[in-house]
């Protein structure tokens, strides 16, 4: 939203895409990989936490499929939610070299792959992830991942415990 703008506060929130094309990883039409993540409000230093997540876990992403042949549902959730723990390291690692609390870094994080067939996903936060299918209808497939309070988020720093990865049944 524009509420950044008026209170004078920088965006928190990140996004960012990639097509690996035909022939340059396992999906012989190729694929697109999408990763977003919004920074908890309440952290100081989210909109950098989230800057960070983003382009660490396409990154991780992006290096491991160009160099992979064949995959199946297990490889691809594995390395969705090890392009978490990267996003993870890559924030840890903005804390130390800034000198300032890791939890002032945190936020959300959703990653997909989509082969043009098949979605895989990974989700940490209070958003979550909506598919349209091509029937013209559309479901939430992650779950919001929030405290007891209303305005309150478990984030990706909360560790791999409150993550989800997984495969769209359609």
């Known amino acids: 939203?524009?509420?950044?703008?008026?209170?004078?506060?920088?965006?928190?929130d990140s996004a960012d895409a990639r097509t690996i094309l035909p022939g340059c990883g396992p999906f012989p039409d190729g694929c697109l990989i999408a990763v977003t993540a919004d920074g908890v409000g309440s952290c100081s230093n989210s909109a950098k936490g989230s800057s960070r997540a983003v382009s660490s876990a396409l990154d991780f992403l992006t290096a491991s499929l160009v160099k992979i042949t064949q995959v199946d549902d297990k490889m691809m959730t594995d390395l969705l939610y090890n392009s978490f723990v990267a996003a993870w390291n890559a924030v840890e690692d903005l804390s130390y070299d800034e000198e300032m609390p890791l939890p002032s870094y945190d936020t959300t994080l959703d990653a997909v792959i989509f082969n043009g067939e098949d979605l895989y996903y990974g989700h940490s936060g209070d958003g979550g992830i909506v598919t349209v299918y091509s029937d013209g209808t559309y479901e939430m497939i992650t779950k919001r991942h929030k405290g007891e309070e209303a305005n309150s988020v478990i984030p990706l720093l909360a560790g791999p415990e409150n993550w989800d990865f997984g495969k769209s049944e359609k």
């Open 1 to 12: 939203g524009a509420g950044h703008i008026t209170s004078g506060l920088p965006n928190q």
